[in-house]
């Protein structure tokens, strides 16, 4: 079955880069999410990428797709310590069904 | 628009009542969705409805869970009778559409406790 799998925590300093992963199994995924997750919150989503594209890029923050690999990856820049948050992958089903499968979600922590 | 909005935000029940979970999605969203988080399992669908219609319910976890659309603007998930291990955020979501770029929009949650 479908399945997305994320490391479960990362720490960053301020300042640093941060590179969240991310692998799934649907090799006929059509879109890939992103969403971030504050304290007490629902899920807001950040970016998607298209199944036919490499990279997307948006102001702070760079998804990769090796699709060959089934691996996606979210590259935030100059973290900040309001980007501490649990980031989540996503996949869309197959036939458009309005289905998401999510990750576990990776806690960030930025320290200051 | 508000967004997804969710009551109660917070729910604290005994073993064996019922729990009542509402969800009002955004505006000519044709897309309902019930998540639940927990540490363990992470984010689970439960269920989602396309225009009022139960499409995929396989991720309801036993006959205890129900959840109805009577209309556009209103949904409900029922847990009866509740359990301690139903404690969990629940979400409800809603979507414009199912075409590229599918955006899911997440209400800010249920809380509930069972003790």
């Known amino acids: 079955?479908?399945?997305v799998e994320?490391?479960?925590?990362?720490?960053?300093?301020?300042?640093?880069?941060?590179?969240?992963?991310?692998?799934?199994?649907?090799?006929?995924?059509?879109?890939?999410?992103?969403y971030k997750q504050e304290p007490g919150a629902g899920l807001q989503l950040l970016t998607y990428i298209f199944s036919n594209m490499d990279m997307k890029q948006d102001q702070r923050l760079t998804?990769?797709?090796?699709?060959?690999?089934?691996?996606?990856?979210?590259?935030?820049?100059?973290?900040?310590?309001g980007d501490s948050a649990i980031y989540f992958c996503a996949e869309s089903m197959t036939g458009n069904t309005g289905k998401l499968i999510f990750g576990q979600?990776?806690?960030?922590?930025?320290k200051p | 628009d508000a967004g997804v909005i969710q009551s109660p935000r917070h729910e604290v029940t005994e073993m064996g009542q019922e729990v009542t979970l509402r969800c009002k999605p955004i505006s000519g969203h044709d897309y309902l969705f019930w998540y639940r988080q927990t540490m363990m399992r992470g984010l689970e669908l439960l269920i989602y409805f396309n225009?009022?219609?139960?499409?995929?319910?396989?991720g309801m976890p036993e006959d205890r869970f129900s959840a109805k659309m009577p209309n556009a603007s209103f949904s409900t998930l029922k847990i009866q009778p509740s359990e301690p291990r139903d404690s969990?955020?629940?979400?409800?979501?809603?979507?414009?559409?199912?075409?590229?770029?599918?955006?899911?929009?997440?209400?800010?949650?249920?809380w509930l406790t069972v003790v």
């Open chain 1, 1 to 3: 079955g479908e399945d």
């Open chain 1, 6 to 34: 994320q490391s479960l925590f990362l720490s960053v300093r301020e300042g640093d880069s941060s590179v969240i992963n991310c692998t799934y199994t649907d090799s006929s995924s059509t879109y890939l999410y992103w």
């Open chain 1, 63 to 81: 998804v990769l797709l090796n699709k060959k690999d089934k691996h996606l990856s979210l590259r935030i820049a100059d973290t900040q310590t």
């Open chain 1, 105 to 110: 979600g990776t806690t960030l922590q930025v």
């Open chain 2, 51 to 58: 225009n009022n219609v139960p499409i995929d319910d396989s």
């Open chain 2, 88 to 110: 969990a955020v629940y979400f409800c979501a809603s979507s414009p559409r199912v075409v590229a770029g599918n955006t899911i929009y997440f209400g800010e949650g249920s």
